[in-house]
């Protein structure tokens, strides 16, 4: 079946600065790829999107990546802030009634 | 979460007996969806419905049952709990509309521990 997975599972960051948090996928068919934040106790909230067909799109702070070469998704977020500490995944999107999930990333941001 | 609650919030119960989970939504949504979530495997589909009495297999459907008999409510059954299926669970719900494009919204999720 599909993979997705992470590189690293913990992040810790600095107050302001930027953070990458990256995936790697393995069905080169997906249409899209979602990623994902979750707070301690809440569901996951969804933060950006991208479709295959695309290398890049930028949100509110956030950018997220693709490179179809590699199979790798990142996202970055901007002058992180401590509201930005949760865990991060990426969600791989594969036909209309699945999302395949990675294991997370953990932000911890430093004040 | 706006549009989606999950009932209980918490729940222990006992090896062997059945449990009942409840995702309701005020979205009318379509589709809604079982995950489960543990620790190193990040979410997993259970099963997922298309609609009213309209439902299928997910990745991770052993052990478990659903029924939506109405838009609003989607059950997931463990007839028998084990301990296995400790973990936390979550409902989501996704727009009609083709591909889902702006994502889908989960629900606060229910921690099951069965001991």
């Known amino acids: 079946g599909e993979s997705v997975g992470l590189h690293l599972p913990t992040l810790s960051v600095q107050e302001g600065d930027n953070s990458i948090i990256n995936c790697a996928y393995s069905n080169s068919a997906s249409d899209y790829f979602i990623w994902y934040k979750q707070e301690s106790g809440k569901g996951p909230q969804f933060i950006i999107d991208?479709?295959?067909?695309?290398d890049k799109r930028q949100g509110q702070r956030v950018t997220v990546l693709l490179n179809k070469t590699v199979k790798h998704l990142s996202l970055q977020i901007a002058a992180t802030q401590p509201g930005d500490s949760a865990v991060y995944f990426c969600a791989e999107v594969a036909g209309a009634n699945n999302l395949f999930f990675g294991t997370g990333t953990r932000l911890t941001v430093i004040p | 979460d706006a549009g989606i609650t999950q009932s209980p919030r918490h729940k222990v119960t006992e090896t062997g007996t059945p449990v009942t989970l409840r995702c309701h939504q005020t979205?009318?949504?379509?589709?809604m969806y079982w995950y489960r979530q543990d620790p190193g495997h990040g979410l997993r589909l259970i099963h997922y419905s298309y609609g009213v009495k309209d439902t299928d297999k997910g990745e991770v459907s052993d052990g478990y049952s659903v029924s939506r008999s109405k838009t609003e409510d989607f059950l997931l059954t463990l007839e028998s709990a084990t301990s296995s299926q400790t973990s936390v669970y979550f409902c989501?719900?996704?727009?009609?509309?083709?591909?889902?494009?702006?994502?889908?919204?989960f629900g606060s999720g229910t921690r099951l521990t069965v001991v």
């Open positions: 989501a719900i996704r727009p009609d509309r083709g591909p889902p494009i702006d994502g889908y919204t």
């Open positions: 979205e009318n949504h379509r589709y």
């Open positions: 991208i479709r295959s067909n695309m």
